[in-house]
């Protein structure tokens, strides 16, 4: 589905090929670049709480998109997803861009 998928926990790094991941789907209303891979969706490259962070930004198509998803973000752990929720809610520069 998504070509350059990386295996790894957005958050601390953790490869997660063999593992159960977790994930986040936040909505985003910044438009997003790359129009020619919109359909598909694509991985972005985001900075959180002064951490870089990737994502898949949904495609068009995609079932996440159409519940109204923009973003999903992908972790090795629960505890990831907790940590990254908190800190996405404290940095507000990057929360206004959000919903
Ligand atoms: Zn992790």
Redesign the pocket.
Known sequence: MYKKMPT???????D?TDSEVFTIPVKFKKDTEHPEVKLNGYITNLEVGGKKVWAIVTGLNSEAKQAGNDLIFM???K???YEFKDTLEEDMKFYNELF
């Open positions: 790894e926990c957005c958050w601390c790094g953790n997660t972790f090795c752990s505890d990831c997803a």
